[in-house]
């Protein structure tokens, strides 16, 4: 399946879908990009007068190209459910990310994820953000669950 036809079968839309693009995808991980619209409503408040994206947004971000379209793609290799058929759940399951710059509305990210096992279901990555110097902005390690609804 085509990058772009597997981001139109994830299960998030705007407002909260933080995948723009996939470039490399395989079975040991994912690089994906997004650009954080600096008309996102979080901005508002956070902070006053100087907005950054919140902590949990840069999170669901690394979340969503790194153990969510990962995910998906090792589940399609690992069974033989089609992702156009919407029968899968996912469910995140822990999370341990270190911040180290911010991330200012209207800037562009690079995710990278490196699976560090996937077994029975359940996937955990090492992730990192970074902005197009380059320069890292978070790193952690994500864990969820994905499972393929047989009676969908």
């Known amino acids: 399946m085509g990058h772009q036809n597997f981001l ?16 490399e995808i395989n079975e040991v991980g994912v690089k994906g990009t997004y650009t954080f619209s600096e008309n996102s409503d979080f901005y508002k408040g956070h902070f ?11 999170t669901e971000c690394c979340a969503q190209i790194g ?4 995910g998906v793609y ?5 069974t033989d459910f089609n992702l156009d058929d919407n029968n899968f759940q996912i469910g995140f399951s822990s ?3 270190d911040f180290y710059k911010p ?7 690079i995710v990278e994820s490196k699976k560090i096992f996937f077994r029975f279901g359940k996937l955990k990555c090492g992730v990192k953000m970074y902005n197009t110097d380059r320069e ?3 790193k952690g390690e994500l864990s969820g669950m ?5 009676n969908a």
Do not use: H, R, W
């Open 8 to 23: 139109k079968s994830l299960p998030y839309q705007k407002p909260f879908l933080f995948v723009d693009e996939i470039l």
């Open 48 to 58: 006053k007068d100087n907005p950054i994206t919140p902590g949990v947004i840069l």
């Open 67 to 70: 153990l969510v379209c990962l």
């Open 74 to 78: 090792l589940m399609q290799k690992a």
């Open 95 to 97: 999370s341990q990310m």
């Open 103 to 109: 991330v200012f509305p209207g800037e562009k990210v």
């Open 136 to 138: 890292l902005l978070c």
């Open 146 to 150: 994905l499972k393929v609804n047989k």
